[in-house]
C-alpha cells in the first residue's frame, strides 16, 4: 500500500506559478512511475504529466508542455509538479498517482495509488 499525499494548491492569478508536491510513504518509491492528474467537476480525470521511476523520462498532455514540469526526489519520495504561466482552465483539484506497472502512464486506469487531491484555483 502506498500512501500519497500533495499539498501547494491554491489560490493564484492568470500568469502566476504554483509548485506542487507528492509525498509517498512508500519505502520502494522508486520503482513506481508517478502521475499527476486533474479533474473538474462534471468532467473526467484527466492526464497532465508522468515521469519515470529513475526521473530519466517524463511526459505531459499537450496543454500543459511548455508551462509544467514534472520532477522527483526519489531519496526524499516526493515527486513534484511546477506550474507556471497559470491559466484559469488549470483550475481543478490535481492529483498524485503511483503507477500499477501497466506500461502506460496516460489513463487513470494505469494507476492504484492515489492522492487525496488539492486544489489549484487559477482567477482571471
Known amino acids: 500500500q502506498v500512501h500519497l499525499v500533495e499539498s501547494g494548491g491554491g489560490l493564484v492569478q492568470t500568469g502566476g506559478s504554483l509548485r506542487l508536491s507528492c509525498a509517498a510513504s512508500?519505502?520502494?518509491?522508486?520503482?513506481?512511475?508517478m502521475g499527476w492528474f486533474r479533474q473538474v467537476p462534471g468532467k473526467e480525470r484527466e492526464f497532465v504529466a508522468a515521469?519515470?521511476?529513475?526521473?530519466?523520462?517524463?511526459y505531459y498532455a499537450d496543454s500543459v508542455k511548455g508551462r509544467f514540469a514534472i520532477s522527483r526526489d526519489n531519496a526524499e519520495s516526493t515527486v513534484s509538479l511546477q506550474m507556471n504561466s497559470l491559466k484559469p482552465e488549470d483550475t481543478a483539484v490535481y492529483y498524485c498517482?503511483?503507477?500499477?506497472?501497466?506500461?502506460?502512464?496516460?489513463?487513470?486506469?494505469?494507476?492504484?495509488?492515489w492522492g487525496q487531491g488539492t486544489q489549484v484555483t487559477v482567477s482571471s
Open positions: 498517482a503511483a503507477n500499477g506497472d501497466s506500461g502506460g502512464y496516460y489513463f487513470p486506469g494505469d494507476y492504484v495509488y
Open positions: 515521469i519515470s521511476p529513475g526521473g530519466s523520462a517524463t
Open positions: 512508500e519505502r520502494y518509491f522508486s520503482s513506481f512511475l
